[in-house]
């Protein structure tokens, strides 16, 4: 009965996000504020029947119903509490659910947090989120119901996928999900301007929070979901250019340009084009991964479903977004103002440039990810593009993207002197190429590229750095009296430069030893020495493992005992890696168990991994930055001033009437 009655849910959710997105365009079309109206309640009831939905199924999930299929195939009366909750977006049918959960969660938000817009556009916006949710809940409905029923019901499930049990699964997939999702408001944003022909400042601001929340949930999720990788899998990287995680990168590199774009469009009133342009392609983007992941096109540990009719709906509902939404954009593009002019050198300059450099970093990321499917549908052969290429392409085009960074938030609006943002910043110049080529020296091996990389990460600290000294003494004020939105741009561009450096110090000094041990044996790692004291089996709840002991020592004393494991799960014959780190914050030691020899002999990883935090620290700090600007006074203040004005418009609108 409860299945049945969250699948009703979703029924009922479906006919309300299409009543909800005709019913408020239309009204916002006609000037009918009744129409307009229906637009709050209707996406606050959608967010509440699917939570209800979702419940459904996590019930299902946590009472083991083994008659409704997608349970069946996705949990055991041996799985854990905490992991049968999470089994429920763990496969396909029930990832979607969630994703539609995040979908209807973000509209109630704005139906909430959206006092300042006119009733006209919020219908508008609403009104195109609410369509949103119709395709992709008729997508749910058709091919993707997880309550369906399935008879005879088995008296056991057949688990959860061994690679997910892991509180990864947890915390990823909301957090990617929230990001993915985020994006359609910023496309709805776009679109509800483009129908009302206001490509404004207003429009800009309206959209700049909503753009910056869904960019920092994408960013945690990537983030969260490489280091899971990292710890799990047991190879020791931390990503791999996998067409799945290709998928997610692209549309942050699409968002970010995006952020910036609408920071230019709010202050200046410029790249009003280039700002549409990236809402859509951001949110298309993250439909597109939605259909690389579930579509059966790629085999990866990422990938959900291998259903091509499936694909052919989400690719479907790809084509109907696009193309109408660029349909709509090139009737109202020549009526949008070119907006405030500006020099050759200049801030907005500075970000055009920036973003160009990431619309062509987001197209070859694209391109290297698309160009081996493409081959194979046409049967021209299989084709696999890996790490050399994108590491080949990406690097080159992202170093004037990052010295961009400290010179764009130096630089004037309209009009800027470069000879002058030189003179001023000589010393960060200074800095940052003797720091760049000293530091490497600590490895002991100096690199021209890992000096690169060092010298980069300087730089944008030290600029960033100059930036806040020079605008506190300005303003004669402290650092936390400047806007946040400043600093939280500022703390972004730091969280890059920890980034950077994380990423350029492993890539360069990290050592990989796999060596044969027998218990009291030794080998070197790093500034250690890693002692194998031996394997002993230890039961858990739905597997076996063999539990490895291997002693970390430096100077011949024990610093530290870690643990890996081979874990044989009652689901799988296939062993799963369970690594085991040690960390002080500036390097990994990592142990992976591998296979087992004659004679009590192991097959043990190690590896030695500097400033490997740095890599997840610096994508904390970007999503701290971005939360931290969403917060800025002025949005709060705006949106109260102007809420005021327009329920007194509406009053008077009420009054005529």
């Not at 703390?491 to 920890?498: I, Q, S, T």
């Not at 002080?584 to 030695?608: F, M, P, T």
């Amino acid at each position: 009965m409860i299945p049945e009655l969250g699948h009703f849910a979703l029924i009922l959710t479906f006919v309300l996000a299409l009543a909800q997105g005709i019913v408020s365009l239309y009204g916002a079309w006609r000037g009918n504020l009744a129409w307009m109206a229906f637009a709050r309640p209707a996406a606050r009831w959608q967010f509440g029947l699917v939570a209800f939905s979702l419940l459904c199924l996590a019930w299902s999930f946590v009472s083991f119903d083994f008659s409704v299929a997608y349970v069946a195939q996705n949990s055991s009366t041996k799985l854990p509490l905490f992991y049968r909750i999470a089994a429920v977006w763990g496969g396909h049918e029930g990832s979607l659910l969630l994703w539609m959960f995040m979908q209807t969660g973000w509209a109630f938000a704005v139906s909430i947090y959206s006092r300042s817009l006119p009733e006209a556009m919020l219908a508008r916006v609403l009104g195109v989120l609410g369509l949103i949710t119709a395709g992709f809940l008729l997508f749910v409905l058709i091919s993707s119901n997880p309550f369906e029923r399935m008879f005879p019901v088995p008296a056991e499930g057949l688990d959860l996928n061994t690679l997910l049990q892991d509180i990864g699964l947890i915390i990823h997939p909301p957090l990617l999900y929230m990001g993915y999702v985020g994006f359609s408001v910023a496309f709805a944003f776009a679109i509800a301007a483009l129908l009302a022909g206001r490509l404004d400042a207003s429009w800009a601001r309206w959209s700049r929070p909503w753009t910056t929340s869904a960019w920092l949930f994408l960013t945690l999720g990537i983030a969260v979901g490489s280091w899971w990788a990292y710890y799990e899998l047991g190879w020791g990287g931390w990503w791999f250019w996998d067409p799945v995680e290709n998928s997610s990168f692209v549309p942050w590199l699409a968002g970010t340009a995006l952020i910036h774009s609408l920071a230019v469009t709010e202050k200046r009133g410029s790249f009003k084009n280039w700002t549409v342009l990236l809402a859509i392609s951001t949110f298309s983007l993250s439909i597109l991964g939605a259909f690389l992941v579930r579509s059966g096109v790629l085999t990866s540990v990422h990938a959900f479903a291998t259903d091509p009719a499936r694909g052919v709906f989400i690719l479907s509902l790809f084509a109907v977004i696009v193309g109408s939404s660029l349909i709509l954009f090139a009737w109202r593009a020549p009526r949008v103002g070119a907006g405030g002019q500006f020099a050759v050198v200049s801030r907005e300059s500075l970000l055009l440039v920036n973003n160009v450099l990431l619309v062509v970093v987001t197209g070859t990321v694209l391109l290297g990810t698309l160009y081996p499917l493409i081959m194979d549908s046409l049967g021209l052969g299989k084709i696999s593009v890996g790490p050399p290429y994108f590491n080949k392409v990406f690097v080159p085009l992202m170093i004037p993207a990052l010295v961009l960074i400290v010179f764009g938030v130096l630089a004037n609006w309209k009009r800027a002197n470069l000879l002058d943002l030189v003179r001023q910043l000589a010393l960060v110049i200074v800095f940052s190429v003797v720091l760049g080529a000293a530091i490497p020296l600590l490895y002991g091996q100096w690199q021209g590229t890992a000096a690169l990389g060092v010298g980069l990460a300087v730089w944008i600290v030290l600029g960033s750095l100059f930036d806040v000294v020079k605008r506190v003494r300005a303003t004669r004020s402290g650092v936390f009296s400047q806007p946040r939105s400043w600093l939280g741009q500022h703390l972004a561009h730091m969280g890059v430069a920890v980034f950077v450096l994380g990423v350029t110090m492993v890539s360069h000094y990290e050592t990989e030893t796999d060596v044969l041990l027998q218990p009291g044996q030794t080998a070197q790692v790093g500034a250690y020495d890693a002692r194998f004291q031996g394997v002993h089996m230890v039961p858990g709840p739905n597997y076996s493992a063999e539990r490895g002991t291997v002693e970390l020592l430096r100077d011949g004393k024990v610093v530290a005992t870690l643990y890996p494991e081979n874990r044989t799960y009652l689901s799988s014959a296939l062993p799963m890696t369970e690594s085991a780190i040690n960390t002080n914050g500036l390097r990994h030691i990592y142990v992976a168990l591998g296979d087992k020899y004659d004679q009590g002999v192991w097959s043990v990883r190690l590896y030695y991994k500097p400033l490997v935090d740095f890599i997840w620290l610096g994508c904390l700090l970007m999503a701290l930055g971005g939360a931290l600007a969403i917060s800025d006074r002025r949005y709060r203040v705006k949106q109260t001033r102007t809420a005021v004005q327009n329920k007194a418009m509406n009053t008077h609108k009420q009054v005529q009437a």
